[in-house]
Each structure stands twice: as C-alpha cells, then as structure tokens.
C-alpha cells in the first residue's frame, strides 16, 4: 500500500483516540473463559428499564419494517409537557453523545475553540478534535471544575464550552451560585453545554437545573440521556433543551432517523414511570453508601460523588488493580485514559452485586 490514508483524514481526526467504553461481559468471557461476571464499569443501572418502557419497545418491533419519525414528534411533546419547555426547543440524539457530536459539527470549524476540564468526559475533546477544532483543557480544582479558571480560558476563538453536571468519571459536582456566577461572565456569542447526564440521581438541595436558566441565558443548551436512571443505554436516547434557533441549527445537522422506533417508543414510556426512577435513584442512594463504607473499611481514598459510581484511589498504579479485577470475574473502569493512572471508577450496582466487587478488592489488594 502507497497511500497512507490516515494522513488523508482531516487534521483532528488524525489525532484522534477511539473512545474506549467499559469492557464488555462477552469479552471478559471470551479473553479468561469466565462466566459468571459482573460489570460494574459503564454507570449503567443495575434494575435496567422500566417493565413499561420494555413493553413499549416490545409492541413498537412490530413497526420496524418502516422508518421512525425523524422528527420525535410524540416523544418531544412528552418531553416538552414534562419540562415545561416548547417541542421548538428540542432535539433528539441517539444517546446524549449524538447531541455533543451534533453542537460541535455546527459551531466548531477549524481555528476554533472549546473549553472544558480536566478530567472531563473524554467525549469532548473527542468531537472537538474531529471537527479540527483545539481543545482548551483547564486545570481542575480536586478533581473538580474550576469554574472560575475556565471562565478565565475563554478567548476570542471560542465557541463551544463543555459543562459536566455531575462530571463524569470523578462525580463531583458545583452548585446553582457557581454556575450562575460562571454564565453571567459568559459572552452570549460562545454556546454552554451543560451535561446533565446524572442529574436524576442527585439529592444535593443546591444543585442546579440547567433548565431553569434556559430563559435568561440563550447560549445555555442542556444535554440529558435515557441512558442511565431510565435503563436505556443498549437503545440510544438523549435530548438537548436549547433556545428555539440553536435547536434549529442542531435538527439541520442531525441525520434524518437518528432514533430508532423501539427506542422513540420506551424513552416515551420510561417519562412516566416514576416509580421505576425513585426505585432506581433509592438503589443508588444505598448502593453508595455501601462503597463509600466498603472503600474506606480497605483504608482507600475516595472522590465524593452524588452520581452513580465512585472513583477511587487504589493507592499506585491501578492497572494491575483492574486486571486483577478482572479475574475475579469483576469489570470496573480504569481511568488512566483520563489522566488519573491510580484511580478506578466502580459504578453503583445492586447490593448483592457491591458486595462482590468490595469482597474481590480487597482480596486483590491482599495479594499485593
């Protein structure tokens, strides 16, 4: 082969990484030949989905001959009823990843900017980077968003800045007088996304609704997902709240079926099954305190999180920690791709399930 196509591609691109996700159960199977795995790695929520949001995706397979509504009318209407915003203010995503990709390919060119933290969600200075755009990275506060510095960061050239709410994967988070004290300073010509991805699963009585603020701060858009609380990962559903135009510009770009009609059909039904989102939250409100205890029963250090998962320090190189794990038949995520080489993320799973991990670690860490 002559050509190099890799230096065909776009400069950002060929910079890229592939995002590496959680690792799969089959995988783990197929590599050590175990069978009984868990896997508490990609924060997904250990009660799944809702019965109503199954028998909605259930009944819409007999409709997958045809193309979905490219538009989402019904689950937008639901949406907009249910937040108090208009269906104009809409745009759906297939996970709420869609949605960044879909704000960055329509306001990032190259020469431009976006700001986010480190220790960050991985996707942003992915989607930055693929539009040949630069990443501004800025140095976080304990594990936290410097609010202030990244206020500071930005410049004439940017466009975009990324927001996490809780962040993923550390789980902090900041409160409605920092966020609002960070948007006020904010010129109107740069876009805020705010990524509130957990949102559902937090309790703190400070914590701000990025909704709220839509109305007095229109470079504001919201991003949310089915993916956690509502147990809908494997179908790929999220949304964005915008001012009226931004969401405009965001349908232009988006591909026409972007969510399938299973999918369009549970995220609809999952809305109104409330029970099933307190049930899910309260499985999470007990299953962290059960690792934060765990955790510091083994002496280790943690981050405070009000997500659905804890990072913690194993107190080295947590690779071997991790691969170790794994043969115990027990998948967490390693977060030296995020620049934090001792520290794993273990997602809150049922009772039964922590109990297990919290026994496997502190085997493995014996064994050292």
Excluded at 23 to 51: C, F, M, T
């Amino acid at each position: 082969m002559t050509c190099d196509y890799i230096q065909l591609a776009n400069d950002g691109v060929q910079r890229l990484r592939p995002y590496q996700p959680g690792k799969p159960i089959e995988e783990l199977q197929r590599e050590l030949g175990i069978h009984d795995v868990i896997k508490l790695a990609s924060n997904e929520n250990p009660l799944g989905p809702s019965h109503r949001a199954l028998d909605a995706a259930r009944h819409a397979l007999d409709q997958i001959h045809l193309y979905p509504d490219g538009a989402g009318y019904s689950l937008k209407a639901a949406l907009a009823e249910r937040l108090g915003v208009g269906a104009d203010q809409l745009v759906l995503g297939n996970g709420s990843n869609d949605v960044l990709e879909l704000i960055a390919r329509a306001y990032l060119q190259p020469g431009d900017e976006a700001v986010y933290s480190e220790y960050a969600f991985a996707i942003y200075p992915l989607v930055t980077l693929a539009c040949s755009a630069r990443p501004v990275e800025v140095e976080s506060h304990l594990f936290a968003h410097d609010l202030a510095a990244m206020a500071e960061a930005i410049t004439e050239r940017t466009r975009v800045v990324f927001l996490a709410n809780p962040n993923n994967p550390t789980g902090t988070w900041f409160n409605d007088h920092a966020l609002d004290a960070f948007l006020a300073r904010v010129p109107e010509r740069v876009l805020v996304v705010l990524d509130e991805a957990y949102f559902e699963y937090v309790e703190e009585s400070h914590y701000p609704d990025g909704l709220r603020r839509l109305a007095r701060y229109p470079n504001l858009i919201v991003a949310r997902t089915f993916s956690k609380i509502h147990g809908l990962a494997g179908l790929r559903v999220g949304y964005g709240v915008a001012h009226p135009q931004v969401a405009d510009v965001l349908n232009r770009v988006r591909q026409p079926f972007n969510v399938n009609i299973p999918a369009l059909a549970a995220a609809e039904a999952a809305l109104d099954d409330v029970d099933h989102i307190e049930n899910s939250k309260s499985e999470n409100t007990a299953g962290l305190v059960q690792l934060a205890e765990g955790l510091a029963a083994l002496n280790l250090e943690q981050i405070p999180s009000v997500a659905n998962f804890v990072a913690f320090d194993c107190g080295g190189d947590a690779q071997p920690v991790y691969e170790a794990l794994l043969r115990e038949g027990v998948i967490v995520r390693p977060l030296g791709g995020y620049g934090m080489p001792r520290h794993l993320r273990v997602t809150a799973g049922t009772a039964r399930d922590n109990e297990r991990f919290l026994a496997a670690l502190g085997k493995v860490l014996g064994d050292r």
